[in-house]
């Protein structure tokens, strides 16, 4: 019978092409086999279905990821990068006439809210301690 506690699936492999590579192809067998969240329902549902395709069981989700992770590290990156983007894009376009046109992408923003920074606050607050 084959020893395999230490090993784990990689076993199979038995003696052959070294331990440095058995060991990395169990630590990917590790990563694609674990449960991560889905990004739609947030549900410990994502399966891989082929290399870089992950779907979800519960919403049916099809999305493009990692080879062996749903989320790669690159990815991340670029998602806060994109993010940082249209943060700054929103922030310098503000101040600007026509932001309703702009607007209209961004949800939960509505008209009536007003964005107050820490320059607003800070000057609103020194006119009404003046004020007193």
Not at 10 to 22: E, I, P, Q, V
Not at 27 to 54: Q, Y
Not at 65 to 75: D, M, Q, R
Not at 105 to 114: A, S, T
Request: glycine residues 6%; hydrophobic residues 35%; neutral net charge.
């Amino acid at each position: 019978m084959a020893r395999t506690k230490k090993v784990g699936s990689t076993g199979r492999y038995g003696a052959r092409y070294g331990a440095k590579l058995r060991r990395r192809v169990l630590d990917i067998e590790k990563k694609t086999s674990e449960p991560a969240r889905c990004p739609s329902c947030a549900t410990k549902a994502l399966k891989r279905e082929a290399v870089g395709l992950w779907k979800c069981n519960k919403c049916n989700l099809l999305f493009a990821g990692g080879a062996y992770v749903p989320y790669t590290e690159a990815g991340k990156a670029a998602k806060r990068a994109i993010a940082q983007r249209i943060a700054g894009d929103f922030l310098a376009l503000r101040d600007d006439e026509n932001i309703e046109d702009v607007l209209d992408f961004l949800p939960n923003i509505h008209e009536e809210e007003v964005v107050l920074d820490a320059e607003t606050v800070s000057t609103s607050e020194t006119k009404d301690t003046d004020d007193e």
